[in-house]
């Protein structure tokens, strides 16, 4: 068994070194830096509303919309961080519009929607959404990584 | 009784503890990421994200500029719990070492020796796991100072040092965070060290603490499930009884603690107060160990207090109970034997529900996941099964990659069949704007020459216009041509050459600084117009490389992916095999132990239940007797008593 167990630990170490090689050669071939925008999500410190959803548009265009379940809640108020979008932009300009979907603390359910600008150089853009509800409002923060 | 992986088990207080981040909150995305797959407990997403991030950190020329720097000492942490979490424990500690060997700071270093040693106590490497705490030295981050000695205590009482580990975690009673785990391995560790009297006053304590969380609730129970047992086998029944009574009804150990409670009070012949426990534990799920011997225990305590019917009657219900049983046990035999445990372990809307194993049980179609909760008790079968569902992990996801290959080559052939027609014509109109911009670039570098010369030396003539050039130029000739002539005529034609010369002169000097300026001005114009054409030209020269990148230089990758993803694909397969038959084994081995347990409890039922029907039988005649016989308001005779442990099953 304790042999077996060892090959077990050992395919496990062979495969997460093709999946390691594989994000790297998916991301070099879909997302090329000149070109891709990663969007992630996280919520403040503290933050204990429920999120339901989270909603992205670049330049007016759907790019997504995720619905959490409360696994992936927990996991985002433990302080995790979830990459919800990885795309492609061309280099300049463009507008973000981020629309926010939950319940706050007191019961009373919340749809918060707000738009930002952003610039895409040469290398890959990493934009971060952090989501708050303070004072009984939903938050929506862009930080620029 | 092993009491090793009991004691143990506190040690799981301290499991993964992916650190948050730097200070001053998180800096690094990807890290956060992984944190992300880590709290939901998918540590393959997170390793392989963390994996990922750090390999590039590592490459960098400058990782201190990189976000990642921030975090570095809790990434290599954190490698090391997800590959605990993921149950690869031979890589497991390899980051950390790395840690622990480079230059850090001491709390840091002092961190790492912790997580060196716990994750070296995990892997049962207990002198390893020592020597990685003796080289904590100094300063230690805030919040693990308890931990640390826990871990130590742990680690003396694995090693048979029991009396230097009550030494330790005397000095942790009441410690923040260990509450009732640092109460109950100090009675074990005093239990070991042979000072049974103190370590009954010990679980006494640990097993009457006040506990609001189920971690802390559980190990009460167990402090009491252990006193109980400890007290009984000394003999003091009513006691055992108490510390017995104390284990919550509805935890995970109230099962076993029923059945001794009732064992309690049966050695002190308390059959009254036997049946309590023992009626309880009789109507629970009857595939539990306790609940089939509580189901042979309860018609034994009526039996004693002479109450032969109901013992008759529990008797028979407790036989059709274990026919059942048995019965459904075979079932479940034949059906692993058929491989269809296997197949239904790996049935994937059954596993996306947290409850999946106990969903799978209740499943009427499916005879073998029946008794997967109690053969999940068994460290043999959770590793076995462990295994495979991991294994079973990686087979889809090889599975998907081996599919997504062809899609990354149909794409990369799109690609080039787009780009290829057109670049050859893209590149020789490039050519010739490559050789105007150069030209453009060399008068710009020229003119830019110049205005450094005037500012050195002023030389009027050189920002003269053309017309002005012009003019200089014809008066020169006209110079030219009267040189030499002579009379009046020819000094007069001189004398106008001259003037026109000085005015020509007087208008250069005197609107020199004028013009330097807006020459100035222009090449600082022309400048900004460089810079536009040469971002323009090196954006093309990365789109036009983009292009090329875009289909070049993926088909030796891809075909290395797929040779490894097809030869990992077999790996999988082969051990999934492996696995799965080490797994049948395993739980047809429980089973059929089960099975002749069962069988010996059906011989001592059926001996029962016949020896109650006899005593029923005959007390019932004797009492008619006793009463044809007897005056009328006398009372009837008393049933004989029988041995309790003779018919103890």
Same mark, same amino acid.
């Given at each position: 068994m304790r042999s077996l167990d060892e090959q077990v630990q050992e395919i496990k170490a062979d495969v997460?070194?093709?999946?390691?090689?594989?994000?790297?050669?998916?991301?070099?071939?879909?997302?090329?830096?000149?070109?891709?925008?990663?969007?992630?999500?996280?919520?403040?410190?503290?933050e204990t509303f429920r999120l339901d959803a989270v909603q992205l548009q670049i330049d007016g265009e759907l790019v997504a919309h995720y619905i959490y379940s409360f696994k992936e809640l927990e996991a985002l108020q433990n302080g995790g961080v979830q990459r919800?979008?990885?795309?492609?932009?061309?280099?300049?300009?463009?507008?973000?519009?981020?629309?926010?979907?939950?319940?706050?603390?007191?019961?009373?359910?919340?749809?918060?929607?707000?738009?930002?600008?952003?610039?895409?150089?040469?290398?890959?853009?990493?934009?971060?959404?952090?989501?708050?509800?303070?004072?009984?409002?939903?938050?929506?923060?862009?930080?620029?990584? | 009784m092993s009491r090793l992986?009991?004691?143990?088990?506190?040690? %799981?207080?301290?499991?993964?503890? $992916?650190?948050?981040?730097?200070?001053?909150? #998180?800096?690094?995305?990807?890290?956060?990421?992984?944190?992300?797959?880590?709290?939901?407990?998918?540590?393959?997403?997170?390793?392989?994200?963390?994996?990922?991030?750090?390999?590039?950190?590592?490459?960098?020329?400058?990782?201190?500029?990189?976000?990642?720097?921030?975090?570095?000492?809790?990434?290599?942490?954190?490698?090391?719990?997800?590959?605990?979490?993921?149950?690869?424990?031979?890589?497991?500690?390899?980051?950390?070492?790395?840690?622990?060997?480079?230059?850090?700071?001491?709390?840091?270093?002092?961190?790492? $020796?912790? @997580?060196?040693?716990?994750?070296?106590?995990?892997?049962? %490497?207990?002198?390893?796991?020592?020597?990685?705490?003796?080289?904590?030295?100094? @300063?230690?981050?805030?919040?693990?100072?308890?931990?640390?000695?826990?871990?130590?205590?742990?680690?003396?009482?694995?090693?048979?040092?029991?009396?230097?580990?009550?030494?330790?975690?005397?000095?942790?009673?009441?410690?923040?965070?260990?509450?009732?785990?640092?109460?109950?391995?100090?009675?074990?560790?005093?239990?070991?060290?042979?000072?049974?009297?103190? $370590?009954? %006053?010990?679980?006494?304590?640990?097993?009457?603490?006040?506990?609001?969380?189920?971690?802390?609730?559980?190990?009460?129970?167990?402090?009491?499930?252990?006193?109980?047992?400890?007290?009984?086998?000394? !003999?003091?029944f009513d006691e055992a009884r108490q510390a017995l009574d104390r284990v919550r009804l509805e935890g995970p150990l109230s099962n076993r603690a029923l059945l001794s409670s009732g064992w309690a009070a049966a050695s002190a012949q308390d059959y009254d107060r036997a049946i309590v426990p023992w009626s309880i534990l009789a109507e629970r799920a009857s595939t539990d160990a306790a609940v089939q011997e509580a189901r042979l225990a309860l018609p034994f305590a009526y039996s004693q207090l002479n109450v032969h019917g109901r013992a008759a009657?529990?008797?028979?219900?407790?036989?059709?109970?274990?026919?059942?049983?048995?019965?459904?046990?075979?079932?479940?035999?034949?059906?692993?034997?058929?491989?269809?445990?296997?197949?239904?372990?790996?049935?994937? !809307?059954?596993?996306?529900?947290?409850?999946?194993?106990?969903?799978? @049980?209740?499943?009427?179609?499916?005879?073998?996941?029946?008794?997967?909760?109690? #053969?999940?008790?068994?460290?043999?079968?959770?590793? $076995?099964?462990?295994?495979?569902?991991?294994?079973?992990?990686?087979?889809?996801?090889?599975?998907?990659w081996q599919s997504s290959f062809d899609a990354f080559e149909d794409m990369i052939g799109l690609r080039r069949a787009y780009y290829?027609?057109?670049?050859?014509?893209?590149?020789?109109?490039?050519?010739?704007?490559?050789?105007?911009?150069r030209l453009r670039r060399q008068q710009h570098e020229l003119l830019d020459d110049r205005l450094q010369d005037l500012l050195v030396a002023p030389r009027p003539e050189f920002l003269a216009t053309t017309e002005e050039r012009m003019l200089s130029e014809q008066i020169a000739r006209i110079e030219g041509a009267l040189r030499g002539a002579e009379g009046a005529r020819a000094a007069e034609l001189r004398e106008r050459a001259r003037r026109l010369r000085g005015v020509l002169t007087f208008t250069l000097r005197t609107e020199y600084h004028e013009r330097l300026t807006v020459f100035d001005e222009h090449l600082r114009s022309l400048q900004q117009a460089i810079d536009l054409m040469t971002e323009r030209y090196e954006s093309f020269v990365r789109v036009r490389q983009a292009a090329v990148h875009s289909f070049e230089g993926y088909e030796v990758p891809i075909r290395r992916l797929r040779t490894r993803v097809r030869d990992s694909l077999a790996t999988v397969g082969l051990l999934m095999a492996r696995q799965g038959h080490a797994l049948e084994v395993v739980a047809i081995n429980e089973l059929n132990a089960r099975r002749e347990r069962l069988d010996n409890y059906r011989d001592q039922a059926r001996y029962a239940l016949a020896d109650s029907y006899d005593r029923a039988t005959k007390a019932r005649a004797e009492a008619e007797r006793a009463a044809a016989d007897a005056p009328e308001g006398a009372p009837g005779p008393q049933a004989s008593a029988v041995d309790p442990q003779g018919e103890r099953p």
């Open positions: 997460l070194g093709i999946a390691r090689d594989l994000t790297l050669l998916e991301e070099r071939l879909l997302y090329p830096s000149n070109t891709q925008v990663a969007v992630f999500v996280d919520l403040a410190a503290g919800v979008y990885t795309g492609n932009v061309a280099t300049g300009s463009h507008e973000i519009t981020v629309s926010v979907n939950g319940k706050l603390q007191s019961g009373r359910e919340f749809s918060s929607s707000r738009s930002f600008s952003f610039s895409k150089g040469v290398e890959p853009k990493l934009l971060g959404l952090t989501l708050a509800a303070d004072s009984g409002e939903a938050g929506i923060e862009l930080g620029d990584w | 992986p009991t004691l143990l088990a506190g040690l %799981q207080l301290a499991a993964v503890s $992916a650190a948050g981040g730097a200070e001053d909150g #998180l800096k690094d995305l990807y890290f956060g990421e992984a944190l992300y797959y880590a709290h939901q407990g998918e540590y393959f997403a997170a390793l392989e994200r963390l994996d990922t991030e750090l390999a590039q950190h590592y490459g960098l020329d400058e990782p201190a500029l990189d976000a990642l720097h921030y975090h570095i000492g809790d990434a290599e942490f954190s490698v090391g719990d997800f590959e605990l979490s993921y149950r690869m424990h031979h890589r497991a500690g390899r980051a950390i070492r790395a840690v622990l060997e480079g230059d850090v700071e001491e709390s840091v270093r002092n961190e790492a $020796a912790y @997580r060196l040693a716990r994750i070296h106590f995990q892997k049962g %490497q207990l002198a390893d796991a020592l020597h990685a705490l003796e080289r904590i030295d100094g @300063r230690l981050p805030d919040g693990i100072e308890s931990d640390v000695e826990f871990l130590r205590a742990n680690i003396y009482m694995a090693t048979e040092r029991s009396p230097d580990a009550v030494e330790v975690l005397r000095r942790l009673q009441g410690a923040e965070g260990l509450a009732g785990f640092a109460d109950y391995n100090l009675g074990i560790a005093l239990l070991q060290s042979d000072r049974q009297g103190e $370590a009954l %006053q010990q679980l006494d304590r640990a097993g009457g603490i006040r506990a609001a969380d189920e971690a802390a609730l559980s190990i009460r129970d167990k402090s009491n499930l252990v006193l109980g047992t400890l007290l009984m086998e000394s !003999e003091e009657l529990l008797y028979g219900e407790a036989l059709q109970s274990f026919d059942e049983e048995v019965e459904r046990l075979a079932a479940s035999i034949d059906s692993i034997r058929k491989g269809r445990f296997l197949e239904a372990l790996i049935r994937e !809307e059954i596993r996306q529900d947290k409850d999946w194993v106990i969903r799978l @049980r209740t499943l009427p179609e499916t005879p073998e996941t029946y008794y997967l909760m109690e #053969l999940l008790a068994s460290h043999d079968f959770q590793t $076995a099964l462990q295994n495979y569902l991991d294994l079973e992990d990686l087979r889809v996801k090889l599975e998907s290829e027609p057109l670049l050859p014509d893209i590149d020789g109109q490039f050519r010739e704007l490559d050789s105007r911009i």
